[in-house]
């Protein structure tokens, strides 16, 4: 377990995201400029933290700024500003994937998700999640979701048998959740 004692700013640091079981407190402190995703896979809890201006390039994957797949907890965790580019099939502002058992809550984004993947498939893009199988409480973007994606929402991209519960978006985005749900 780990709780954050101070702000940090990664400047031009590169960073190589971690797999986390444990719970990770960022106990209301930011961290600026970070470049990777924070933590590859979450199996634990992510909470109260705050990402200020990421530049998030992927090489090849997807890309998310919290996590990249999350099996866990993410909670009351906003990312600022900045950018998330994927170049892999899919992208999303706190992660990329929300797996079944997955809950990410009371989180929010004003960062721009994009997704540069030529690929053949479905390719999503969301303001939160690129692709949704666990469920979302009460989150909110106001970012914009730019770039290739075949399917783009504000809070998902793609639903597979997750839920979205109490969220909202504002800006450009037509949809709350781009593909695989029928109120969309």
Request: aromatic residues 6%; glycine residues 20%.
């Amino acid at each position: 377990n780990c709780t954050l004692a101070a702000d940090i700013d990664m400047g031009q640091t590169k960073w190589k995201g971690l797999i986390y079981y444990g719970t990770f407190d960022g106990n209301g402190h930011t961290i600026t400029g970070l470049n990777e995703c924070f933590i590859t896979d979450n199996h634990g809890t992510v909470k109260n933290l705050t990402l200020v201006n990421p530049e998030i390039l992927s090489s090849g994957f997807s890309a998310g700024a919290v996590a990249g797949t999350n099996y866990g907890i993410i909670e009351n965790c906003h990312v600022v500003g900045g950018s998330v580019v994927g170049t892999g099939s899919h992208s999303g502002g706190i992660a990329v994937y929300n797996e079944q058992n997955g809950t990410i809550r009371a989180c929010s984004t004003s960062t721009t998700v994009t997704l540069t993947y030529e690929g053949t498939g479905i390719k999503s893009s969301g303001g939160i999640v690129g692709e949704n199988g666990g469920t979302i409480l009460a989150c909110y973007t106001t970012g914009s979701i730019t770039g290739s994606a075949t399917s783009k929402g504000a809070i998902s991209g793609e639903r597979t048998i997750g839920e979205h519960i109490a969220c909202y978006w504002s800006g450009d985005t037509e949809k709350g959740v781009g593909s695989g749900s029928a109120d969309g």
